[in-house]
C-alpha cells in the first residue's frame, strides 16, 4: 500500500504560479509512474500531467505552463504551475502506479481567479 501527500494547492490570480508536492510512502522501487490529474465541478477528471522513465506528457492545454519533475529519491513527484488561468480551477490529485496497482492522493484545491 501506498500513501499520498499532497500539498501547495490554494488561490491565485490568474497569471499566477503555484507548485504542487506529492510524497509517495515506501521506496520507489516499482513505481512505473507519477503524474497529476484534476477534476473541476461537472467534469470528468482528467490527465493533466505524467512523468514515465520514457519522459513526461501533458494535456494539451497545459503545455508550455506546467512543469511535472520526480524525485526519486524522496518518492516524490512535483507540478510547477505557471501563467495560471482560470480554467485550471479544480481538484488536483496526485497519481502513482506501483507495479501494476494505481495509487491517489487525497486532491489539493487549485482556485485561480481575479
Known amino acids: 500500500q501506498v500513501q499520498l501527500v499532497e500539498s501547495g494547492g490554494g488561490l491565485v490570480q490568474p497569471g499566477g504560479s503555484l507548485r504542487l508536492s506529492c510524497a509517495a510512502s515506501?521506496?520507489?522501487?516499482?513505481?512505473?509512474?507519477m503524474g497529476w490529474y484534476r477534476q473541476a465541478p461537472g467534469n470528468q477528471r482528467e490527465l493533466v500531467a505524467v512523468t514515465r522513465p520514457s519522459g513526461a506528457d501533458y494535456v494539451d492545454s497545459v503545455k508550455g505552463r506546467f512543469t511535472i519533475s520526480r524525485d526519486s529519491a524522496k518518492n516524490t513527484v512535483y507540478l510547477q504551475m505557471n501563467s495560471l488561468k482560470p480554467e485550471d480551477t479544480a481538484v488536483y490529485y496526485c497519481?502513482?502506479?506501483?507495479?501494476?496497482?494505481?495509487?491517489w492522493g487525497q486532491g489539493t484545491q487549485v482556485t485561480v481567479v481575479s
Open positions: 497519481y502513482v502506479r506501483k507495479f501494476t496497482s494505481d495509487y
Open positions: 515506501g521506496s520507489s522501487f516499482g513505481v512505473v509512474a
